[in-house]
């Protein structure tokens, strides 16, 4: 196996580098998958940008050394498939993505997983964070129809740009300024945030804002409602940061496996006996915060590595033993690709070469695209869990307007969405019996209001109305008083 990159930024990463290997050992040493074939990789860094994952897509149709547009010249090494990376801006021109975004059904079972979780705890009045592009805006594009539709209401609407995209760091800080004040400043407690892979970053440097920019509003505490395409990583320059700002924290994140040989092959994993690894020097360095002493360049005293560290005592946002769903979801990958693979060769003539059959359909106008079975994808099918770093004693409130309570109705606030408005007592002959009832209704006709209006009460028979039995036997001989004659008042002239 080669690799290609000058690898530097989030060491949490270097995990799918080891997936990827993993898989490819299994299957490698297993003989009831592609038998007497053997299985390798190139791994190329995409450095998080679209167009330097272009360049290394065409080198896999040119000599390793150099490219040569238009032309395939490096046609011993024959590129069966393509595995993308972990966001779907640098992925999705790609054959098969790990990213969760390349499943068709991820989207919908994330997003209504969403709205699920802001109605199961009534927090109904929310803010959206996304990245700067296109897949930002395809979340806010799907999900503000469907919280309207569900009663959420949205507040605010803010985006992160890349580093790349402001003008210098006073540009980033005077937009970090901004989305602080509107997080903070704001009745909203719940907030979903649809990030990359490498968003955590820009999380934390959110609580940073006050040290360094003039802001009016105080910090409080923030529900953050996280996609599963975020993954909770640092780099080494946030490695004594704070990161009690994610205490409220509800997590999506893909399914994954426990491997209990992955973790022991983590285990084994040391910079001195590693052989054509070209990332786990630098790895090493970062997460220990230790240099190799071939590169100590100073008499200043330095930490230095000796292969001794245990990758076990790595905090999580550095390093986990155990396989993240982002891994996973490459090591499914590498497994799908490899079945798909396997499959013709059990229905066709074994003499013939999978290989030669593969490279020759490699080589066609078609050249990339792979097609995995149906069998094979529900095989490898995926699904989203949660993960929880909730630390609220009390259960945050979220909404625009308080509930109204029986007694009284919801009148909408003119200009403003429909989660916000005013309570009003219900008018006389009419009650609700019910929280946040949009109007007040009549008791029936043998029902009357109580003084609270919310609730009807029977009303009470009187056996003296001129209805009842009673009550007629009684009136008539008052009425026939009334009508008789006084006898004694009457005088006869002759």
Request: proline fraction near 5%; aromatic fraction near 12%; charged fraction near 20%.
């Amino acid at each position: 196996m080669q690799y290609y990159s000058n690898y530097s930024g989030v060491p949490k990463n270097y995990q799918h580098i080891l997936a990827l290997a993993f898989a490819v050992k299994e299957i490698n040493e297993n003989p009831q998958i592609l038998p007497n074939f053997t299985l390798g990789f190139h791994i190329y860094d995409s450095y998080d940008n679209a167009q330097k994952t272009y360049q290394a897509t065409m080198l896999l149709l040119s000599a390793t050394e150099r490219l040569v547009p238009n032309y395939l010249c490096n046609i011993q090494n024959k590129v069966i498939a393509v595995i993308g990376g972990l966001d779907a801006e640098i992925s999705l021109h790609l054959i098969y993505g790990s990213a969760p975004v390349m499943n068709d059904k991820t989207p919908d079972l994330q997003h209504n997983g969403i709205v699920s979780l802001l109605l199961h705890f009534n927090w109904t009045w929310i803010g959206i964070l996304i990245m700067d592009n296109d897949q930002g805006e395809k979340f806010v594009e799907n999900m503000i129809p469907l919280f309207s539709k569900k009663g959420i209401c949205v507040s605010f609407i803010e985006q992160f740009h890349k580093l790349t995209d402001f003008n210098g760091l006073d540009g980033m800080l005077k937009q970090g300024a901004k989305i602080y004040e509107h997080v903070m400043g704001s009745k909203v407690n719940a907030l979903v945030f649809n990030g990359e892979s490498f968003a955590m970053g820009y999380l934390l440097w959110l609580q940073y804002i006050p040290n360094i920019e003039e802001v009016r509003s105080k910090p409080k505490g923030i529900v953050w409602i996280m996609t599963a395409q975020m993954e909770f990583s640092l780099i080494p320059v946030q490695r004594t940061w704070d990161i009690k700002i994610i205490n409220g924290a509800l997590s999506f994140t893909m399914h994954s496996t426990a491997l209990p040989k992955f973790r022991l092959y983590a285990e084994k994993q040391n910079p001195f006996s590693a052989k054509k690894d070209g990332f786990i020097k630098q790895f090493w360095q970062e997460v220990f915060d230790c240099v190799f002493p071939n590169v100590v360049i100073s008499d200043v005293d330095e930490n230095i590595c000796n292969g001794k560290e245990n990758l076990v005592n790595l905090p999580g946002p550095f390093f986990e033993m155990d396989m993240t769903g982002h891994s996973y979801s490459i090591y499914n990958a590498i497994h799908a690709i490899a079945h798909s693979l396997h499959a013709p060769s059990s229905s066709r003539n074994i003499e013939r070469s999978i290989l030669d059959r593969i490279g020759r359909k490699f080589h066609s106008d078609d050249s990339w695209q792979v097609i995995l079975t149906s069998k094979i994808l529900r095989k490898f099918d995926t699904s989203i869990c949660i993960n929880f770093f909730f630390n609220f004693q009390v259960i945050p409130i979220s909404v625009c307007s308080e509930s109204c309570y029986p007694g009284s109705s919801k009148k909408l606030k003119e200009g403003e969405p429909f989660c916000c408005y005013d309570c009003i007592p219900c008018p006389e002959g009419r009650i609700s019996t019910e929280n946040d009832r949009n109007e007040c209704s009549r008791c029936n006709d043998k029902f009357y209001p109580n003084k609270k209006r919310d609730f009807c009460i029977p009303k009470s028979i009187s056996f003296l109305t001129y209805e009842e039995p009673l009550g007629i036997s009684l009136h008539i001989p008052f009425l026939f008083h009334f009508y008789l004659p006084d006898i004694n008042n009457c005088t006869t002239s002759v």
